[in-house]
Nanobody, 126 residues
Framework: QVQLVESGGGLVQPGGSLRLSCAASGLTLDHYYIGWFRQAPGKKREGVSCIDRGDGYRYYTDSVKGRFTISRDNAKNTVTLQMNSLEPEDTAIYYC???????????????????WGQGTQVTVSS
């Protein structure tokens, strides 16, 4: 059975950093596209970043470019999202997800993803 577990969320001041981790059981993350998403209260789930199989192509939504970095740690079977220069607008529940499909590139459309974690809360506030 596939399970994803996010960790690393918390409360941070504007300008601060957090490192989110997505750990998997039941499969090897390196074989699949992985996405990070977020959902703020009253808003739709938004794609933040994704990474191709292996250590290839990465995509970031415009609002996080230059601040967030997605990467793999294959030894730990995890995918991390390093978040720097955090802003109050980044406050949301953050989810990781696995796409079992075979697109040419990873996607940040939530509809492409097959398994989801339970999410971790990120709050950016002074």
């Amino acid at each position: 059975q596939v399970q994803l577990v996010e960790s690393g969320g918390g409360l941070v001041q504007p300008g601060g950093s957090l490192r989110l981790s997505c750990a998997a059981s039941g499969l090897t993350l390196d074989h699949y596209y992985i996405g990070w998403f977020r959902q703020a209260p009253g808003k739709k789930r938004e794609g933040v970043s994704c990474i191709d199989r292996g250590d290839g192509y990465r995509y970031y939504t415009d609002s996080v470019k230059g601040r967030f970095t997605i990467s793999r740690d294959n030894a730990k079977n995890t995918v991390t999202l390093q978040m720097n220069s955090l802003e109050p607008e980044d406050t949301a529940i953050y989810y990781c997800a696995i796409d079992l499909g075979d697109l040419a590139r990873c996607s940040i459309s939530p509809y492409e993803y097959d398994y989801w974690g339970q999410g971790t809360q990120v709050t950016v506030s002074s």
